[in-house]
């Protein structure tokens, strides 16, 4: 893990200023003389910038995107805590962590952070672009705000906005996390009990009833209480109360509720999608009930140079970092197509 120290002011969407910013990114491979090698990779919600174990069978040696083949970089996002400026981190005004004290962010204050690290390594040009989920939001917004320096596109269980569904269910799993009587106390361990609430309102919608069924019913018909799938729930809640934080989960999902490409650019969503002219490879998962097919068919209908393919996963909105072999099979297929580094 590497580090980068901007010492500005970095002056957030909203009009508030962070009085400097701490980026923590992972490279792998080197940058080919030409420099026309760089893929980047945005990651999602509660992921880090270790691209190559969050996203294994895609990213790292002997896969499709190869550090043998590319350099291959991933930034910790704005408001995470595996690094990179957040809620947890010292405000070097009071020499105290933020906590309830950091300002709202949004994606395109990510991207801003993005761009930082870009400048600072020298980069003029990214041959991939790559993300899915909240990472796709990041790629989104990057096209737009950087089209010349942006190549091509893959985008995975995304959108261009944060749908009315969406934005329920963040809002859910803020309430879970704000019902945590130690929320907004100054302390690490603040909310984790709501986190842990709001990490299985998450889990119903990564995932499906089908996959539910199938992986998590009780054999035993008997049975009256402590359910398979209960334990499972709660499985998944400890293990993200135990590597991730209660205020930064609430801090991004309000970030996500707050992604609109057309926001600030007219309000047209259709205009600023027409706009990303870069060649884009857009997949979709059929069980997504998160971020649902839809939503990716509306993109490639008005982004002039986009390819959608439709695939098949039991894993629902999980999908796109689980089913590696194909997103290997497809990307690999339209990379081909597209073969000028």
Partial sequence: MEFFEYNEPFVLENGKTLPGLKIAYQTYGQIIASGSNIIWICHALTAN????????GLVGEGCLINPNDYFIICANILGSCYGTTGPTSINPVTGKPYFSDFPSITIRDMVAAHILLRKKLGIESIYLLMGGSMGGYQVLEWAMMEPDRIRKIFLIA???????????????QRLAIEADS??????LSAGSKGLKAARAIG????????IYQEKQTDPDPEKIDDF???SYIIHQGN??????????YWLLTKAMDSHHLGRKRGGELIKALESISQPTLIIGIRSDILCPLDEQRFMAEHMPAAQLLEIDSAYGHDGFIIETIQLTKYLAQWLNANPVL
Avoid: C, I, Q
């Fill in 182 to 187: 130690t929320w907004k106390e100054h302390m």
């Fill in 239 to 248: 293990k993200l109360v135990n590597r991730f934080n209660a205020y930064s």
């Fill in 203 to 210: 889990m119903l919608t990564y995932r499906n009833y089908g």
């Fill in 228 to 230: 398979k799938v209960s």
């Fill in 158 to 172: 995304t959108s261009p906005s944060e749908s009315a569904w969406g934005v329920a269910v963040h809002t859910a």
């Fill in 49 to 56: 910038a270790d691209a190559a174990d969050w996203w294994k």
